[in-house]
């Protein structure tokens, strides 16, 4: 099992509990998670939604992907409109609208 951002502070879990026994332990959440995902996004689709406008519920996992695919096309939007002052005041206040208000 591949541990993405796990790291065993101090040694704290031995390297045989990790590599034999975590991910069984886990094995019942893990199943959860992609059962409901699979679930709501079957319901979805009888609802006539498309696949790529699922907004319903997502893994951990997969919306950590989502949150990473989004900043690196907000890195490459920022490159972009990098030398246009004004699009660049567009685009922020554009990302940024709503923030600070309660």
Same mark, same amino acid.
């Given at each position: 099992?591949?541990l993405?951002?796990?790291i065993n502070?101090n040694e704290?879990?031995s %390297?045989?509990?990790?590599?034999?026994i975590?991910?069984g332990d886990? #094995?019942?959440?893990l *199943?959860e998670w992609?059962?409901?995902e699979?679930r709501?996004?079957d319901?979805?689709k009888?609802? !006539?939604e @498309? /696949? /790529?406008q699922?907004?319903?519920? &997502?893994?951990p996992?997969?919306r950590?992907? /989502?949150?990473?695919? *989004?900043?690196?096309q /907000?890195? #490459?939007?920022?490159e #972009?409109? &990098?030398?246009?002052p004004?699009?660049?005041?567009?685009w922020?206040?554009a @990302?940024l %609208? !709503?923030?600070?208000n309660?």
């Amino acid at each position: 099992m591949l541990l993405n951002g796990i790291i065993n502070e101090n040694e704290f879990y031995s %390297d045989h509990y990790l590599s034999e026994i975590f991910e069984g332990d886990i #094995r019942g959440v893990l *199943d959860e998670w992609n059962a409901r995902e699979t679930r709501e996004r079957d319901e979805a689709k009888t609802r !006539g939604e @498309k /696949g /790529g406008q699922y907004q319903g519920y &997502r893994t951990p996992p997969n919306r950590l992907n /989502g949150l990473a695919r *989004d900043y690196i096309q /907000g890195l #490459r939007e920022a490159e #972009r409109i &990098r030398h246009q002052p004004q699009i660049q005041a567009e685009w922020a206040g554009a @990302k940024l %609208d !709503g923030w600070g208000n309660p």
